[in-house]
């Protein structure tokens, strides 16, 4: 028997009386990393249970036990349906993999992610870093490139700390005041040509509700690989999350005909409000549309900057024009196909191929939780109305 066989038979999906030495496990992880993000039972319940694409084989949590029955591994694996071409494909975002200090150098990482990576035709994972690159490559996993980031700045003079700028400096002052000039011009164009000229509209949701199937039937053909974005995928994404208040959704409506929808997330950055595009989708004639209205929310927000972090071909095409900036971005992306699936011979291994957002895999929830934590004292002390309300906000404008 091989070695990584031998591993493997000490690996086993979680079961509900191994919680509290799974949690003992991930104390002793935090100590060491203080980085790191356990994750509770809720969360649990939210990738697994509540799941429309989850498996028939279980959940998705792979523990190692060591010879007593105690906890010093564990593989998470979120289940998704991946349309690849037209056709769909069982799917699994890789996260929160982590071995024991004193177990490490022993494969069972290696173990624990080569069982994750049979229990679907495909795994994939965002935010790969750079120490753990290399060996993802030894694996044979395929690099997929970063995702893009770009900032559009709404106020640039009330944005100065976001780039560690003091305002009571006078040059950065009257640079500030000269670029809100430029940007007032701007707003003013961008919201006569896509209201008035290309007829959009933006309406507020509360839900996603059976229409965002339209959106998914016409988007879909464009965009040869790209997680299910239906109605019951979306329902469980945002409407079922743990934290699922802290997200805007709208739908996008091109005269009388609905051809997109998106998801934004206010937040607080070095004491700057910011508003994140979470998800969207359309058919590519019709970006530049939907991001004119998610800068007009933006404005209403009373945001200084949107950010929006995506891989989508073409995207400076669609973001420059109305403003948006490329900042550099660490956020990698790698898949890796099961040898035994047919998706191992056809799946497309060119980036500009594959429509990523910040929805995709489990970034944005946890990213959520810690801007939640803080953002109603911090929105406090810059006098900015909170983003914690269901109630979706009434729009003036597009």
Same mark, same amino acid.
């Given at each position: 028997m091989k070695y990584l066989d031998r591993i493997k038979r000490n690996v086993v999906r $979680?079961?509900?009386?191994?919680?509290?030495? *799974?949690?003992?496990f991930q104390a002793e992880i935090k100590k060491e990393d203080p980085d790191f993000r356990p994750f509770d039972q809720r969360y649990f319940y939210w990738t697994q249970d509540k799941n429309p694409h989850r498996g028939?084989? =279980?959940?998705?949590?792979?523990?190692?036990?060591?010879?007593d029955g105690s906890i010093h591994g564990q593989q998470v694996g979120i289940p998704f349906s991946l349309s690849v071409e037209g056709k769909s494909y069982r799917a699994s975002w890789a996260v929160n993999l982590m071995v024991s200090p004193s177990f490490r150098m022993r494969g069972i990482g290696n173990a624990? &992610? @080569?069982?994750?990576?049979?229990? @679907?035709?495909?795994?994939? =994972?965002?935010?790969? @870093?750079?120490?753990?690159?290399?060996?993802? $490559?030894?694996?044979?996993?395929?690099?997929l490139g970063k995702m893009e980031v770009f900032i559009r700045p709404i106020?640039?003079?009330?944005?100065?700390?976001?780039?560690? *700028? &003091? &305002?009571?400096?006078?040059?950065?002052? /009257?640079?500030?005041?000269? /670029?809100?000039?430029?940007l007032r011009i701007l707003d003013f164009n961008t919201k006569l040509i896509y209201r008035f000229l290309r007829g959009i509209r933006i309406e507020p949701i509360e839900r996603?509700?059976?229409?965002?199937?339209?959106?998914?039937?016409?988007?879909?053909?464009?965009?040869?690989?790209?997680?299910?974005?239906?109605?019951? &995928?979306?329902?469980w994404r945002f409407d079922e999350a743990v934290e699922s208040t802290c997200y805007q959704r709208f739908?996008?409506?091109?005269?009388?005909?609905? /051809? =997109?929808?998106?998801?934004?997330?206010? =937040?607080v950055r070095n004491g700057v409000r910011v508003t994140s595009v979470v998800d969207f989708l359309c058919p590519p004639p019709f970006v530049s549309s939907l991001m004119a209205g998610v800068l007009n929310v933006a404005h209403q927000g009373g945001a200084a900057a949107l950010y929006c972090r995506l891989n989508l071909f073409?995207?400076?095409k669609h973001l420059y024009p109305l403003g948006f900036c490329k900042r550099p971005s660490f956020t990698r992306i790698m898949a890796a196909p099961n040898e035994s699936s047919e998706l191992a011979t056809i799946l497309p291994k060119d980036p500009s191929a594959w429509f990523v957002t910040m929805a995709d895999s489990d970034g944005d929830y946890f990213e959520e939780q810690e801007l939640q934590t803080r953002t109603s004292m911090e929105l406090a002390k810059i006098e900015a109305p909170s983003s914690a309300s269901a109630k979706p906000k009434k729009l003036s404008a597009l």
């Open positions: $979680l079961e509900d009386e191994d919680w509290p030495s *799974l949690e003992t028939k084989n =279980g959940p998705q949590l792979w523990v190692y036990r060591g010879g624990l &992610s @080569s069982i994750h990576q049979e229990d @679907s035709d495909i795994t994939l =994972g965002i935010g790969i @870093s750079e120490e753990a690159y290399n060996a993802y $490559l030894r694996a044979g996993w395929i690099d106020d640039a003079h009330a944005m100065l700390p976001l780039f560690g *700028l &003091s &305002s009571e400096n006078f040059f950065y002052r /009257c640079a500030a005041g000269l /670029c809100n000039g430029f996603f509700d059976p229409r965002v199937e339209q959106i998914w039937e016409k988007a879909k053909v464009h965009y040869p690989v790209l997680a299910t974005r239906n109605f019951r &995928s979306l329902k739908y996008v409506w091109k005269r009388e005909k609905i /051809c =997109g929808y998106f998801v934004l997330r206010e =937040g073409g995207a400076t």
